[in-house]
């Protein structure tokens, strides 16, 4: 099988590079290792920058998104009993949406299945050749036999533990990390979602209340790394809830039946360069922040938008400029996703090793925002636009 863009990896970086790249009559193949109910099934974050949002739009692809997202025009800290409300549409002029990723995969997938365009679930890549000539090949299983995709690119959208990032060579690659010695348990609930996404600082720990819809609320605390979800029964996640969101009177948070529950660990991650040859990779497979300031799904659209159109220009007019400078425009933008979320994580959360005086001082930032409308509109214009790149597509 041959075609241009062979992408491995159905997550949002693969399947949103495919579609961009259809729009521009440019062919791909999409190889994911796992199946579609597995792929599907993944719950992810569900906070959509503006230029997410309008991506999807342009595709055409977000008729569901309009049905079922919930606009969020708020942003919510609270600590010592207090809130700190950030009117996103009063200091951006933007607002984000709502939207499960797992909802975005479903409606990419359904789209490229529906159009006919090649999507092989349980296609498992063995390797990677050629990526320093004009014709790289990606090996591949699928059904117990071995297969050949030849193509002109390759992009690597199969997160962190993914072929993509493996096939690079070691001298070429600098790898930035740093994990966190805690974790986010984080659970759905059958229950009324408060009004805003709600962070919350306490000397119990952080915590967490945003929604997936006016029925369901997601949820989340802080706690050791090494948590297991099972040893939280229902009634002691609600108790600690309650108690970290200042909720004394437990009548503001509406408790329901937990249906899911999960264990995120925190960390933050990026790989340099982004490309070596014909090959790009893009999303989880050279980035990783932490969750508080929900910028995952939106870095990854933002990659695969400045790589479809690099792509575009070489395929309409052979120029490998926009190409070759791939990854240092991304970068720019990645660090910056990484700074602010790994700030936010810094402010919120409540750290083992701080002395007396680093409690202070987070207190003392929180007390500053909290009076300060410069501090907030910096702190809503990059939880909004941060990934916000106009004329990309």
Sequence with gaps: MRTQVGIIGAGPAGLFLAH???????????????????????????????????????LGLDARLRREGLVDEGLDMRFRGRTIHLDLPGLTGKSVMIYGQQE????????????????????KVTGIEGIETDRPRIRYTQDGEEHVLDCDFVAGCDGYHGAGRAAMPRDRMTLFEQAYDFAWLGVLARARPMADMTYSNSNRGFALCSRRSMQVSRLYLQVPAETRPED?????????????MFDEGRSEIAEGEIFQRDLAKLRAFVAAPMQHGRLFLAGDAVHIV???????????????????????????DGSCAELDGYSATCLDRIWKAVRFSSALTGLLHRFDEHTPIQRGLQLAELEYISGSRNAQASIAEQYVLLNYLPGHD
Excluded: C
């Design 20 to 58: 961009l790249l259809k729009a521009q009559g440019i062919e791909s193949v999409i190889l994911e290792a796992r199946s579609r109910p597995y792929v599907e099934g993944r719950v992810r974050a569900g906070v959509l920058e503006p230029g997410t949002v309008e991506t999807m739009a342009r």
């Design 104 to 123: 975005v995969v479903k409606d990419l997938i359904a789209a490229r299945l529906e159009a006919g365009d090649p999507l092989l679930f349980e296609a």
């Design 232 to 244: 939280w029964s229902d009634d002691r996640f609600w108790e600690e809830l309650h108690a970290r």
């Design 290 to 316: 932490p969750p508080a300031g929900a910028k995952g799904l939106n870095m990854a659209v933002a990659d695969v938008r400045v790589l479809s159109r690099a792509l575009t220009t070489f395929y309409r």
